[in-house]
């Protein structure tokens, strides 16, 4: 089956530039996504289509693609953006919906 | 105001059933794909299943296939989620999830419910 590989974490200081990635074979040809989850919280919509951002999203949020890799970036980062983040995305079908397994961003 | 309010989880013993639902408000239900989303304790995202606009298309998880079943009832504004021959693999929040593109080509999520839990255990 089709994954999606992610780091399990990335740390960063307030201020500076979190890039988080995520792999796949499939996605060249298939837009990604990604989600923000806090605790106890439901999956918030970041980015879709590799690099569109959602109206209410800080423009700090930012995505890319290149090859089989795609990357959320996230600028000047906030305490406010610790959390879990997930990419999306689906095999090159476009039949099986895949999630990658997560990376824990931390605010030092 | 978007809003996916999920309900019906609870504990249930190994092999039982249990039936999900998720009340839409807020938006036109029968024009949007809707989908099932769990996340096990401690775990990640997991797709479930998901459903065309007016019903007539479904699909699943290969590890959900044969036992669970996803309907909706537009004139509720209603999804469900049937679930049978439950495992204690399948504990896990179940989150009701709107697809973003309403042709469905692009697979995505723009609106989520809290989410209810779902415990299979004896």
């Known amino acids: 089956s089709y994954e999606l590989t992610q780091p399990p974490s990335v740390s960063v200081s307030p201020g500076q530039t979190a890039r988080i990635t995520c792999s796949g074979d499939?996605?060249?040809?298939?837009?990604a996504y990604w989600y923000q989850q806090k605790p106890g919280q439901a999956p918030v919509l970041v980015i879709y289509k590799d690099s569109e951002r959602p109206s209410g999203i800080p423009e700090r949020f930012s995505g890319s693609s290149s090859g089989t890799t795609v990357t959320l970036t996230i600028s000047g980062v906030q305490a406010e953006d610790e959390a879990d983040y997930y990419c999306?995305?689906?095999?090159?079908?476009?039949?099986?919906?895949?999630f990658g397994g997560g990376t824990k961003l931390t605010v030092l | 105001e978007v809003q996916l309010v999920e309900s019906g989880g609870g504990l249930v013993q190994p092999g039982g059933s249990l039936r999900l639902s998720c009340a839409a408000s807020g938006f036109t239900f029968s024009s949007y794909w809707m989908h099932w989303v769990r996340q096990a304790p401690g775990k990640g995202l997991v797709w479930v299943s998901r459903i065309n606009s007016d019903g007539s298309s479904t699909s699943y998880a290969d590890s959900v296939k044969g036992r669970f079943t996803i309907s909706r009832d537009n004139a509720k504004n209603t999804l469900y989620l049937q679930m049978n021959s439950l495992r204690a693999e399948d504990t896990a929040v179940y989150y009701c999830?709107?697809?973003?593109?309403?042709?469905?080509?692009?697979?995505?999520?723009?609106?989520w419910g809290q989410g209810t839990l779902v415990t299979v255990s004896s």
């Open positions: 999830a709107r697809g973003a593109d309403s042709s469905g080509y692009y697979c995505y999520f723009d609106y």
């Open positions: 999306q995305s689906a095999d090159s079908s476009g039949t099986d919906v895949v």
């Open positions: 499939a996605l060249p040809k298939q837009y």
